[in-house]
């Protein structure tokens, strides 16, 4: 296939452009500077400018382009960006493949989202039918995943995939913990309680692939492994793969003092099940956290 990728410089975007390029598919990187090299192609999504000669050529398109939520500490100006980083760019994409005659558009567009759909579940078991919940991160996950709605109303399928805590070393939600874990200074975060919704990276690119070839699968798809934790459980399982303890919880008020706006996002509870991939009858890779953690950590 050719395929056009926004957000391709990213923690997820960079791993899934070298998985497609090197199962033959031909990608063309969106970027914002000027293009330096074939494959890439100039785009100012907060201008809304894009040729559409370039998503014609394409016969699906992938967005993964966002600013991430926890790259920096939340301020008023940092959550704008958060929104506009994701509306823009899935806007400007939509727009432009429902302006494309019917045989010049791609087949299908596979959108970025986040299991911020579903706000705090608490205990609370949900999949892909459940209502947005509330929160900045819903918040931004609807408008986010109504700015598809061109693309979809011209006939295109899309599928908004709603990816939960990819699990790899090298970014995501495990980088940052590494240190902390390692130097024995770690613990669960406030109560622990909260669930994790997970999945391996490996698997998180098998289930891209997997959305872009199967032409029966369209709407929100949780991106999340078949056994969610909580954060104690977590906790315990990480400490136990690097052999350190695991013994200093971090108290909410500490993780608001830290982390502002986003500590609340960091306490949340979303315990959330892939509903229509388990439908769909994709296998996972790593059916449990053990087994994820284990090859996230090998790299």
Known sequence: MRILVAGASGFLGTRLVQRLTADGHQVTRLVRRPARTPDEQRWNPSAAELDPAVVAAADAVVNLAGAGVGDRRWNDEYKRLIRSSRVDTTTTLAITIAGLSAAARPAVLLNASAVGWYGNTGDRVVDEDAPPGEGFLADVCRV??????????????????????????????????????????????????????????????????????RDDVAGPVNGVGPSPVTNAEFTRELARQLHRPAIMPVPALALKIALGGFAQEALTSARVLPGVLTRAGFTYRHQDLPGALHAALAG
């Open 144 to 213: 986010w995943e109504a700015a598809t709605r061109p693309a979809e109303d011209a006939g295109v399928r899309v599928v908004r995939l709603r990816t939960g805590l990819p699990l790899h070393r090298d970014g995501g939600m495990l980088k940052p913990q590494l240190l902390p874990f390692r130097l024995g200074i770690a613990g669960k975060l406030g109560s622990g309680r909260q669930w994790l919704p997970w999945i391996s990276l490996a698997d998180w690119l098998r289930v891209a692939l997997f959305l872009l070839e």
